[in-house]
């Protein structure tokens, strides 16, 4: 995935066969959460 500028701020284009495995859709809430290994988790609201 790649960031790019969007607006003021940062954003991540989530690839659509991620999008439809996890069920996701316009206007749902996620958080990144950092691990302590280093590694990220993008967990739901």
């Not at 790649?2 to 958080?31: E, F, H, M, Y």
């Amino acid at each position: 995935m790649q960031v790019t500028r969007w607006g003021n701020g940062l954003a991540i284009c989530i690839p659509s066969d991620l999008v439809r495995n996890l069920g996701l859709k316009q206007g749902d809430s996620l958080d990144f959460v950092e691990d302590g290994d280093g590694s990220v988790r993008l967990v739901s609201r």
